[in-house]
């Protein structure tokens, strides 16, 4: 793609916000002009952490939102201090990428992706439901489709409502997770349908999906009301 793209004189701009940690990353494998990332996400940084990569030839185009002491003393310094933000994040990298050397990045991404895709199956299992794809397409996050009725009540005249679902029905089933089961995973109404989008990294155990598939099976036994 990025072949093509150049070819035809358009530049390319990646945006990898979960690549980083996930993924091995080669910049001169992807080919892109431009790339983004950031730290807090699988790589387990603090928040306000991410890197920007820009090919040399193109550099001289791009500049910080915020001008500071490194204006004009080359690219990365332009961008090392930006004004009073919170400097800390950058400081915790070194620890972090120690931390991943001692593990073993390819070891840690094995552990993510299996855990993933078993979480997976498993709530397909419990659920009677199937994945939003195939498992093999999936990386540290999995889509799983959620019980039809999920107990859903949208009013007394109108009885069990069982679709088509949406952003409302999702956002109410995901507070009620939280809320009530202590569980945070985002719930996505997607052609009607709800998922739930689990995530796994190394401190995740096939307990923690255990505990979602149980709770969603108590809620299905339940009624979900909504006004409308």
Same mark, same amino acid.
């Given at each position: 793609?990025?072949?093509?793209?150049?070819?035809?004189?358009?530049? %390319?701009?990646?945006?990898?916000?979960?690549?980083?940690?996930?993924?091995?990353?080669? =910049?001169?494998? %992807?080919?892109?002009?431009?790339?983004?990332?950031?730290?807090?996400?699988?790589?387990?940084?603090?928040?306000?952490?991410?890197?920007?990569?820009?090919?040399?030839?193109?550099?001289?185009?791009?500049?910080?939102?915020?001008?500071?002491?490194?204006?004009?003393?080359?690219?990365?310094?332009?961008?090392? @201090?930006?004004?009073?933000?919170?400097?800390?994040?950058?400081?915790?990298?070194?620890?972090?990428?120690?931390? @991943?050397?001692?593990?073993?990045?390819?070891?840690?991404?094995?552990?993510?992706?299996?855990?993933?895709?078993?979480?997976?199956?498993?709530?397909?299992?419990? @659920?009677?439901?199937?994945?939003?794809?195939?498992?093999? =397409?999936?990386?540290? =996050?999995?889509?799983?489709?959620?019980?039809?009725?999920?107990?859903?009540? @949208?009013?007394?005249?109108?009885?069990?409502?069982?679709?088509?679902?949406?952003?409302?029905?999702?956002?109410?089933?995901?507070? $009620?997770?939280?809320?009530?089961?202590?569980?945070?995973?985002?719930?996505?109404?997607?052609?009607?349908?709800?998922?739930?989008?689990?995530?796994?990294?190394?401190?995740?155990?096939?307990?923690?999906?255990?505990?979602?598939?149980?709770?969603?099976?108590?809620?299905?036994?339940? $009624?979900?009301?909504?006004?409308?």
């Amino acid at each position: 793609m990025a072949t093509q793209c150049h070819s035809r004189g358009v530049e %390319i701009l990646v945006d990898g916000a979960h690549a980083l940690g996930a993924l091995p990353i080669s =910049m001169r494998d %992807i080919g892109a002009d431009y790339y983004v990332s950031n730290a807090h996400k699988w790589l387990c940084n603090p928040k306000g952490c991410g890197f920007l990569y820009v090919r040399t030839s193109l550099q001289r185009k791009v500049r910080p939102l915020v001008v500071s002491h490194g204006y004009d003393s080359g690219f990365s310094s332009s961008y090392i @201090w930006s004004g009073l933000k919170d400097y800390s994040p950058f400081l915790a990298l070194n620890t972090v990428l120690e931390f @991943w050397q001692c593990c073993g990045p390819d070891k840690i991404r094995h552990y993510i992706t299996t855990t993933a895709r078993e979480a997976g199956e498993a709530l397909v299992k419990s @659920w009677g439901t199937e994945l939003l794809a195939n498992s093999s =397409m999936f990386g540290s =996050m999995v889509l799983v489709a959620l019980p039809d009725a999920v107990g859903w009540t @949208w009013s007394p005249e109108h009885g069990t409502f069982t679709g088509p679902f949406d952003y409302s029905h999702a956002e109410l089933l995901q507070d $009620k997770l939280y809320h009530n089961h202590q569980i945070e995973a985002p719930v996505k109404a997607i052609q009607g349908r709800l998922y739930v989008r689990i995530s796994a990294h190394i401190y995740n155990t096939a307990q923690d999906y255990a505990k979602l598939a149980a709770a969603v099976n108590e809620i299905n036994t339940q $009624k979900l009301s909504m006004s409308g």
